[in-house]
């Protein structure tokens, strides 16, 4: 196996609440190659990093994991709009370099959530849209599946920042973009949700918040925080001292988180020139296609959704 070994802390993680067995990767790996190797229609990543973390976001069900690979790469032809923009676009850098989507480089400690910070307020709503960040972001999060293990084991806690949102922003966030975000979170990647937490929220807010709210399972819904201004609140769960120089905490400057993401974006893109091979061709699928009323509801339900 080509797999990295686990601090201890992570490693109790993994095992106390992923339901890693040490002794069982190899042949839960194996398991899941060869299932791969039947699937005409799938066109999936096969390496052992990659594909544990699959099996760690799926606490290693053998099933959930097939299923969770397969809507990870069916997502991508049902809603392409979400994963248009590629490494080598130069949008891509444009994007990156608005600070809209920040992957902190400190954890509180060594079994810690890695922390996410959108700031949907940082990018200009007439020049790019909510989908064109969900693409630099996809790009982001491969190498996270590759490589940050407190990412895969221990989950991710994001702050959405809506300083400086306006309508234009609001405009972006349909029914059906709504429906795509949460399905692709929720159902098609293979990381752990610890919160949410959202600051400076601004007028008009709930009636967004509520809608997503309702797209959300049980679960998730109950990892929703609003703190608005209330950053002693937050702070009881994503301490200050992780954050950027510009939130008053003693990490990296955004700038400098920036930077550090647009490098090692270039240091992947062989991987990401490989990753344009893989896919789904639904018509080799065996069985009944994946379609978006499959994966985004019943076609009823997603219309009145869509025009409501």
């Not at 994001?158 to 399905?183: C, E, R, S, W």
């Not at 647009?262 to 240091?267: M, N, R, T, W, Y």
Request: with cysteine; hydrophobic share 40%.
């Amino acid at each position: 196996m080509s797999i990295r070994s686990l601090p201890d802390a992570l490693a109790e993680i993994a095992q106390r609440e992923l339901n890693e067995d040490p002794k069982r990767v190899e042949d839960d790996l194996r398991h899941i190659k060869e299932w791969l190797a039947k699937q005409k229609h799938l066109r999936a990543r096969s390496d052992d990093q990659w594909l544990l973390a699959f099996l760690r976001g799926c606490k290693f069900s053998l099933e959930r994991t097939k299923k969770k690979i397969d809507q990870y790469y069916s997502i991508r032809n049902i809603a392409p709009d979400c994963f248009i923009i590629k490494y080598s676009d130069p949008a891509f850098n444009e994007i990156l370099e608005t600070g809209s989507y920040l992957i902190l480089p400190q954890v509180d400690h060594e079994a810690a959530p890695r922390v996410i910070i959108i700031r949907p307020g940082s990018y200009d709503p007439d020049k790019f849209t909510i989908t064109d960040i969900i693409s630099v972001a996809d790009v982001i999060h491969k190498i996270l599946l590759m490589e940050d293990d407190n990412t895969v084991i221990a989950g991710s806690r994001i702050i959405f920042d809506l300083n400086g949102v306006k309508l234009g922003h609001y405009l972006q966030m349909t029914p059906a973009t709504m429906k795509k975000m949460v399905t692709l979170a929720q159902d098609a990647i293979p990381v752990r949700l610890k919160g949410i937490h959202y600051l400076n929220t601004p007028p008009g807010f709930e009636s967004i918040f509520n809608a997503l709210k309702s797209l959300l399972n049980e679960k998730h819904r109950k990892r929703l925080f609003v703190h608005n201004k209330n950053y002693e609140e937050m702070y009881k769960y994503i301490p200050m001292d992780i954050l950027p120089l510009e939130y008053n905490g003693k990490s990296e400057s955004i700038e400098d988180i920036i930077e550090y993401w647009k490098k090692k974006v270039q240091e992947y893109s062989e991987f990401f020139k490989e990753d344009l091979q893989h896919g789904v061709d639904e018509s080799e699928r065996s069985g009944q296609a994946i379609t978006a009323d499959a994966m985004f509801g019943a076609i009823g339900s997603f219309r009145r959704l869509e025009f409501d």
